[in-house]
């Protein structure tokens, strides 16, 4: 059976706003599209099912253009954190469950948060981090946080590691993280269940899931073995 096409809705089409649009219709879902910004509804008609002029402060108004229905919201205001607040009233009113919330600040995100919404999102921050724990150390090469102090990091195979197996390794137990899958990057496969038994090699790429601190103390251990030697 076919999974069923979820409706999204999408208020504030500035950058973010927009570009969530875009990811969720490409997604195949079906997307509402909402600014009190008519240049930027234009911009989005052939992009979403439904762009539309409005307040979606409104209850009502949100109730018209289908909202009411929606598996979930992103609400992408800009600076305008009273409209963003009145907007996740409105939402929960007529009973969208999940609402993410895109903030500018620290103080947003605990004023947002309040209101019980499923995430904030500040991207300036998690991209800042992300940058930061690349730049850190030239063996990660992407950073995504899971929980506060814990991510999955997609990083070079420690020197130490080669020829080895995870089997032999055994990272979970000594260090307690996963390798949660194996990029092979001479045969250009991916393997997101690892074979345990498989030799790591120069080739791969390995996504490691644990502590921040725990990886990194691992990276910068091997990088000062590797000047040793």
Do not use: C
């Not at 108004?61 to 909202?67: C, M, S």
């Not at 946080?145 to 420690?158: F, K, L, R, T």
């Not at 995870?166 to 990057?185: K, N, Q």
């Amino acid at each position: 059976m076919a999974e069923r096409r979820k409706r999204f809705i999408v208020v504030g089409l500035g950058g973010f706003g927009s570009w969530a649009s875009i990811a969720l219709r490409q997604e195949g879902h079906e997307v509402i599209a909402v600014d009190k910004n008519g240049r930027l509804v234009d911009r989005a008609v052939d992009q979403v099912d439904v762009a539309v002029v409005g307040d979606a402060t409104d209850r009502e108004f949100l109730r018209k253009v289908g909202a009411e229905s929606a598996d979930a919201a992103v609400v992408s205001t800009g600076d305008d954190l009273a409209a963003s607040i009145l907007t996740i009233l409105a939402l929960r009113d007529l009973g969208v469950r999940d609402i993410y919330v895109k903030v500018n600040s620290q103080e947003a995100s605990r004023a947002v948060e309040a209101f019980n919404v499923t995430e904030t999102i500040f991207p300036e921050r998690e991209v800042a981090n992300r940058l930061a724990h690349r730049m850190d150390t030239k063996t990660v090469l992407d950073y995504v946080p899971i929980a506060p102090g814990y991510s999955i990091q997609e990083i070079a195979v420690p020197d130490g590691w080669l020829g080895k197996s995870l089997s032999e390794l055994r990272l979970p137990h000594r260090f307690g993280i996963t390798v949660v899958a194996i990029h092979d990057l001479l045969e250009g496969s991916l393997n997101v269940v690892p074979d345990p038994a498989r030799p790591l090699m120069e080739s791969d790429v390995i996504l490691v899931a644990g502590r921040d601190a725990v990886v990194a103390r691992l990276l910068r251990e091997q990088g000062e073995q590797a000047a040793e030697s």
